[in-house]
């Protein structure tokens, strides 16, 4: 045997890698001229954030007194988005080294499934908040005295709800964290993975992204059968208390589906293409392209971490009274140790009775206070 034989016969480590592994380790889809970008990120919409979700969830806790569904609701959305965030440092840490991970293949998993099971739990509330408000609007006064309508204009369907999912997705992750796939490679984290040998997680990222397809229907059914009561009433009843305000409460209901939109569309329609990529032996270019696309997709997905405190201070006028009001207390005192209030504040301490249901429908009694008015006779002003 020749020594260009014995040398051929003889496999390298590359080649045994490739074997276990189930690809190519000379195609690497990760681009390096992305690792810089992805950390500055990351960085920010972890900053960002954490500030915004500390600040909603002191609010909800301790400054927003009602209690009802919606604050239950939004409570838990804060918390899973600080979860979110909570892991976005180590991606940080990862592009910051030349993509390599330095803790292990264990905390990888930890890591990977606290990020991906928060973010569909928040997908989920969202979900849940608009189908709770189109229940509460459909429920007109005849239909107060039944059971199912008691139930859901409650709080306990809220916190049955929360509890179920968080119970779900925790039980749906743990066995993720302990089971090995066998496709993990040493130094490596948040990598582009091929899953013939590991189809399961494959199949369940599919279910996921039908979860999330389902869910985006109910936030277009509700919202915009919301959104179309409120303009008609506006429309066939200028009587109304505040009936003008009735249209710019519509419109800013379509604030959540725009944010819902742009952060959790462009991931999920891709996400298909991604799955396939990982299921087939797919040339090297396709699997950059599809890794560099589902990257980028997914800082938009992220984002939404950081514009949920956004959207809850833009709809939500009773948290926004809240808010506004402690930092005025804090940072503008009075003479006499009160807040001074500028002409929002002041705006917010008019609003009495009937001009309280204008506000959005992110609201705990948002849109059942204006359906609740609009059902209503109008009334005679002396």
């Keep these: 045997m020749s020594i260009l034989d014995h040398s051929t016969a003889r496999p390298n480590t590359s080649d045994l890698l490739s074997t276990t592994l189930g690809?190519?380790?000379?195609?690497?889809?990760?681009?390096?001229?992305?690792?810089?970008?992805?950390?500055?990120?990351?960085?920010?919409?972890?900053?960002?954030?954490?500030?915004?979700?500390?600040?909603?969830?002191?609010?909800?806790?301790?400054?927003?007194?009602?209690?009802?569904?919606?604050?239950?609701?939004?409570?838990?959305?804060?918390?899973?988005?600080?979860?979110?965030?909570?892991?976005?440092?180590?991606?940080?840490?990862?592009?910051?080294?030349?993509?390599?991970?330095?803790?292990?293949?264990?905390?990888?998993?930890?890591?990977?499934?606290?990020?991906?099971?928060?973010?569909?739990?928040?997908?989920?509330?969202l979900g849940l908040i608009s189908l709770d408000r189109y229940l509460k609007v459909q429920g007109g006064p005849g239909e107060r005295g039944r059971c199912g309508r008691r139930w859901f204009r409650g709080s306990r369907w809220s916190v049955v709800s929360c509890g179920a999912l968080w119970a779900l997705s925790v039980s749906a992750v743990v066995p993720m964290i302990a089971t090995a796939e066998g496709n993990e490679e040493p130094g490596k984290c948040f990598q582009y993975k091929q899953r013939t040998g590991a189809r399961g997680k494959a199949y369940f990222n599919l279910f996921l992204v039908g979860v999330f397809w389902l869910v985006f229907g109910v936030l277009l059914v509700s919202y915009g059968r919301i959104a179309c009561r409120l303009l008609k009433a506006s429309r066939d009843r200028p009587d109304l208390p505040n009936a003008m305000r009735y249209a710019r409460t519509a419109r800013k209901s379509f604030v959540v589906l725009?944010?819902?939109?742009?952060?959790?569309?462009?991931?999920?329609?891709?996400?298909?293409?991604?799955?396939?990529?990982?299921?087939?032996?797919?040339?090297?270019?396709?699997?950059?392209?599809?890794?560099?696309?589902?990257?980028i997709a997914l800082i938009f997905s992220a984002l939404n971490s950081c514009l949920d405190p956004v959207m809850y201070f833009l709809l939500s006028g009773s948290v926004r009274k809240a808010a506004v009001g402690t930092a005025s207390r804090m940072f503008c005192p009075g003479p006499d140790g009160t807040a001074t209030t500028g002409s929002s504040t002041t705006e917010f301490h008019r609003t009495t009775g009937s001009q309280a249901s204008t506000y959005a429908l992110a609201t705990p009694r948002g849109s059942a206070g204006i359906i609740s008015t609009l059902n209503s006779p109008p009334k005679v002003q002396p």
């Design 23 to 125: 690809f190519n380790l000379s195609c690497s889809p990760e681009d390096e001229f992305l690792r810089i970008p992805f950390a500055v990120l990351y960085s920010l919409l972890f900053l960002f954030g954490l500030v915004g979700n500390l600040l909603a969830l002191w609010v909800f806790l301790f400054l927003h007194a009602r209690r009802n569904s919606v604050r239950v609701f939004l409570i838990n959305v804060a918390l899973a988005d600080l979860v979110l965030v909570f892991c976005l440092p180590f991606r940080v840490v990862y592009h910051s080294l030349g993509n390599r991970w330095p803790l292990g293949s264990r905390m990888c998993k930890i890591v990977g499934n606290l990020f991906y099971m928060n973010m569909y739990i928040s997908i989920t509330l």
């Design 258 to 295: 725009l944010l819902f939109t742009v952060c959790f569309v462009p991931y999920h329609s891709f996400r298909g293409v991604y799955v396939r990529s990982q299921l087939y032996d797919v040339p090297c270019a396709d699997r950059r392209f599809a890794d560099r696309t589902n990257e």
